[in-house]
């Protein structure tokens, strides 16, 4: 069993633009009651993997901070949030996209991508943290759009599907490989 424990990262800043994307915006880890809280939740000993952002380094370091013991991070560009292209720094009510309402996940922002296309780029790396960590505990600290291209791939639904998760900041998704078959053992937890 290879145990995946997705973590999404802190909160964005209050002052962080409405579409953050793959926009290197920081975190608000001011208040240290939610990483205690989740550091007497996650692992020790556990594999650390993040996607090189500074708000998944600061919800870390706030982790380091309350007390989890946690190795350097892995950095895996490939759980990236979805790039929003010209989008990113904009409101949702700022953009003129009724394509992209009929169809999220196959619409391309301009200059982006879709999300289908981050579940493309998330299988892969996914199936390589499992390769070469079989049997450990993981703890991926990312994107709600990278965390629910991996519930995509354990539930085996489509990416227009997965668009229905709602994943909160500070959440954990758990996520059990047993050979070849996912287990979800928690969204949002």
Same mark, same amino acid.
């Given at each position: 069993?290879?145990?995946?424990?997705?973590?999404?990262?802190?909160?964005?800043?209050?002052?962080?633009?409405?579409?953050?994307?793959?926009?290197?915006?920081?975190?608000?880890?001011?208040? #240290?009651?939610?990483?205690? &809280?989740? %550091?007497?939740?996650? @692992?020790? /000993?556990?594999?650390?993997?993040? $996607?090189?952002?500074? +708000?998944?380094?600061?919800?870390?370091?706030?982790?380091?901070?309350?007390?989890?013991?946690?190795?350097?991070?892995?950095?895996?560009?490939?759980?990236?949030?979805?790039?929003f292209?010209?989008?990113?720094?904009?409101?949702?009510?700022?953009?003129?996209? #009724?394509?992209?309402?009929? &169809?999220? %996940?196959?619409?391309? @922002?301009? /200059?982006?991508?879709?999300?289908? $296309?981050?579940?493309? +780029?998330?299988?892969?790396?996914?199936?390589?943290?499992?390769?070469?960590?079989?049997?450990?505990?993981?703890?991926?600290?990312?994107?709600?759009?990278?965390i629910?291209?991996?519930?995509?791939?354990?539930?085996?639904?489509?990416?227009?599907a997965?668009?229905?998760?709602?994943?909160?900041?500070?959440?954990?998704?758990?996520?059990?490989?047993?050979?070849?078959?996912?287990?979800?053992?928690?969204?949002?937890?």
């Amino acid at each position: 069993m290879t145990r995946f424990w997705w973590l999404r990262h802190a909160p964005v800043v209050a002052s962080a633009p409405g579409i953050t994307g793959q926009l290197d915006v920081a975190a608000d880890t001011s208040d #240290p009651a939610p990483f205690t &809280a989740l %550091a007497h939740r996650l @692992p020790t /000993g556990a594999v650390l993997v993040e $996607s090189g952002w500074i +708000r998944c380094r600061q919800t870390a370091e706030a982790l380091r901070q309350a007390g989890l013991e946690l190795p350097e991070p892995e950095l895996l560009p490939a759980l990236a949030e979805q790039s929003f292209g010209s989008w990113q720094g904009r409101s949702w009510n700022g953009i003129d996209a #009724p394509g992209f309402w009929r &169809a999220p %996940a196959t619409t391309v @922002p301009p /200059g982006g991508e879709s999300f289908s $296309s981050v579940v493309t +780029r998330v299988g892969p790396a996914l199936l390589s943290l499992s390769r070469r960590h079989v049997g450990r505990d993981i703890v991926v600290i990312a994107h709600a759009g990278s965390i629910r291209a991996a519930l995509a791939i354990a539930l085996g639904i489509s990416s227009a599907a997965a668009l229905q998760f709602a994943i909160q900041p500070l959440s954990l998704t758990r996520l059990t490989l047993i050979g070849e078959n996912w287990r979800v053992e928690m969204v949002n937890g």
